[in-house]
């Protein structure tokens, strides 16, 4: 069942030079107790995107200029900003990167989740302090009874990270979005965190859309790839397709470029590729596909026409005219 169906999204921010559209026609899915990926470079608009669903753009500087976010049936755009707040941290979800960004440094840990279940549930103090301190010993927090009365500052950043994760899913929300939550995280407490979003999200049955750079963690937690170039979707996949056959040359390249593919004993070979060159800036885009001024087999066919994204076959989707023809490949 999908809960999450995001449809040809165009948001554009003021700048100097005018409106620039920094999330073009981004369409895909989410079904309940899936997680979809989102990767790409920084800059190629995953967190806008992100931003867009939550309605947590900045209304003076950006605009959703069209398309569709149905949370569940609901079509989110154009949804009064109050109506929106209801729906947020109850039906939909966010993780960030930097858990400050999420907890004020000012209440309690426990106060702060007791908080957002009073903001949607009409439930007394008391038992709102008690689901809070259910969802702290949800999410692995020894103690929680006596965590809860912990300030942010006195948690590691793991246990933060934790709290953040307590905090979304208090509500039992049906999508969650986690942009970037282990990124700042060591990889021992990163792969903690993995494991607890992969287990709340089966516990809840949520729809997750996992936000992050590193395919590493794509291939351990998501089901399906949505690959984004230069605010772009350039390729739609299920994981295990993208790392064996990635549908577009920049997929290869992200491929190639995973630490893991430069480890020999993992089959890779000893020298980090790197994808050359740096994405367009909004605004600015080259003409023909935007990836073709970085793309080792880009023909002069390339350079003249925009290229619409298409279907491969009914998973899979390419904005590469070539894709046919090449042979592209995954890390061993
Ligand atoms: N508040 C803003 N004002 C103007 N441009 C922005 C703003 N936020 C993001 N952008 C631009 O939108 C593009 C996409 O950014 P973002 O979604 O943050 O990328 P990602 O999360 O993939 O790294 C970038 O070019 C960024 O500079
Ligand atoms: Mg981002």
Redesign the pocket.
């Given at each position: 069942m999908t809960v999450l169906r995001v449809s040809d999204l165009d948001v554009r921010?003021?700048?100097d030079r005018g409106w620039?559209t920094?999330?073009d026609g981004v369409s895909f899915s989410v079904a309940a107790g899936a997680t979809l990926g989102l990767v790409?470079?920084?800059?190629?608009?995953?967190?806008?995107?992100s931003?867009a669903m939550l309605g947590l753009l900045?209304p003076r500087?950006?605009r959703i200029a069209s398309g569709s976010i149905q949370l569940d049936g609901t079509e989110l755009i154009g949804m009064p900003q109050r109506r929106l707040a209801d729906i947020r941290g109850n039906d939909i979800a966010m993780i960030f990167q930097e858990p400050m960004s999420s907890l004020n440094p000012a209440f309690t840990i426990g106060d702060q989740i007791a908080e957002t279940v009073r903001r949607h549930r009409r439930v007394s103090r008391r038992i709102a302090t008690a689901r809070a301190v259910a969802a702290l010993d949800q999410v692995g927090i020894p103690n929680a009874a006596r965590r809860a009365r912990s300030y942010p500052h006195e948690f590691s950043g793991g246990m933060r990270q934790r709290a953040m994760i307590a905090m979304a899913i208090c509500c039992e929300p049906k999508v969650l979005v986690a942009?970037e939550p282990t990124t700042a995280l060591d990889v021992t407490i990163q792969a903690q965190v993995l494991d607890l979003l992969r287990q709340m999200r089966d516990e809840l049955r949520m729809g997750m859309v996992f936000?992050t750079?590193d395919l590493g963690v794509v291939a351990d937690i998501c089901d399906r790839v949505v690959v984004?170039y230069a605010?772009q979707v350039v390729a739609t996949d299920d994981v295990d397709h993208l790392f064996s056959h990635p549908p577009h040359p920049y997929a290869e390249g992200l491929l190639a470029a995973m630490p893991q593919a430069a480890v020999p004993e993992l089959g890779g070979s000893d020298r980090l590729a790197t994808i050359p060159g740096q994405a367009p800036?909004?605004g600015a885009m080259p003409d023909g596909c935007r990836f073709h001024p970085r793309c080792p087999y880009a023909t002069d066919r390339c350079a003249a026409d925009a290229v619409e994204l298409r279907k491969i076959d009914q998973l899979r989707t390419t904005r590469c005219v070539r894709s046919d023809e090449l042979q592209l490949r995954g890390p061993a």
């Open positions: 921010f003021a700048t620039v920094v999330v790409g470079e920084s800059g190629s608009g995953k967190t806008v995107t931003l900045p500087t950006s942009d936000i750079h984004m605010g800036p909004p």
